[in-house]
């Protein structure tokens, strides 16, 4: 009898430890969207009612609750499709394949990077820069031209320079270089950014959709933006430059390989396999 109950025991252990990693996650990547406060949402007012009828012995209202839940999950993936979709590349980015890698050799730092954006706020030449991380832009730099170059201050600003071709879209960066010129990117439909042009609607979209930090320079103003998922972040004066820097540093970890899990333990058997 007691070995059944500490199977029994082990078994609930591992489905509650399970269910907790699965709701952790999910909470995780939906944290700051949309879907994310309507899930909360959505949780306590359904552990709110289940407790109620739980407690009252409401059959018929349990009932219908039960009913409701099932049409409202349908009607949750219809609305917040493109929230969705993104968590979910994030999950398999994170969990299977290996993220991009920022290597000292070839690639620009955080410093000039932002010196560079700096730069082109200062003569107001707008831009929409993308920094690539755990899932690939190669579908959206298919709509511009593959470039793969050094990244450097006159060729950034040689590019975003109008009337030359390639300064209308957006660049992407991938291991510190660019990677592709003139490319387009999905516009966000969020009624907040109504007045905003479309560089900033623009890189709110592909902040919802992918897991990449955009920055974007006003042509008008010369104001600097940045864009990550979903969130649109103005920044002007002198605390500009500091918070751009931090922004850089998060989306461009140069000198360390952002390895996945499986990627960490090959590292850690080659090691002990050379000692």
């Known amino acids: 009898m007691s070995e059944i109950w500490n199977a029994v025991s082990v078994s609930a252990i591992v489905q509650i430890a399970i269910l907790y990693f699965v709701i952790y996650a999910i909470l995780k990547y939906a944290r700051g969207s949309r879907f994310g406060q309507v899930l909360m949402g959505v949780g306590v007012i359904t552990i709110a009612m289940f407790a109620v009828t739980f407690l ?7 009932t219908i609750v039960q009913a409701l839940l099932i049409y409202l999950a349908i009607s949750t993936v219809v609305i917040f499709q493109p929230e969705i979709r993104r968590i979910l590349s994030q999950v398999g980015a994170f969990g299977y394949f290996e993220k991009p890698k920022y290597t000292p050799e070839g690639c620009a730092t955080t410093e000039f990077v932002t010196e560079t954006i700096l730069h082109l706020s200062s003569r107001r030449i707008g831009a929409l820069i993308a920094f690539e991380r755990g899932i690939s832009l190669r579908g959206y730099e298919d709509t511009g031209v593959a470039t793969d170059a050094v990244f450097s201050r006159e060729l950034v600003e040689t590019i975003l320079t109008p009337p030359l071709p390639l300064h209308d879209g957006g660049l992407t960066i991938r291991n510190g270089r660019i990677a592709a010129a003139h490319c387009v990117f ?24 992918t897991d ?7 042509e008008e103003t010369g104001v600097v933006s940045v864009a990550h998922n979903g969130k649109l972040i103005r920044y002007s004066g002198e605390q500009r430059a500091q918070s751009l820097m931090r ?6 970890p140069e000198g360390r390989r952002a390895r996945s899990l499986f990627g960490k333990i090959a590292d850690r058997l080659t090691r002990r396999a050379g000692r």
């Open 56 to 62: 009252f012995h409401f059959d018929v209202l349990s």
């Open 186 to 209: 999905p516009v966000s439909n969020n009624p907040d950014l109504a007045d905003s042009g479309m560089r900033h609607r623009a890189a709110v979209g592909l902040s919802e959709e």
């Open 212 to 218: 990449a930090l955009v920055v974007v320079v006003s």
């Open 247 to 252: 922004w850089i540093d998060k989306a461009m």
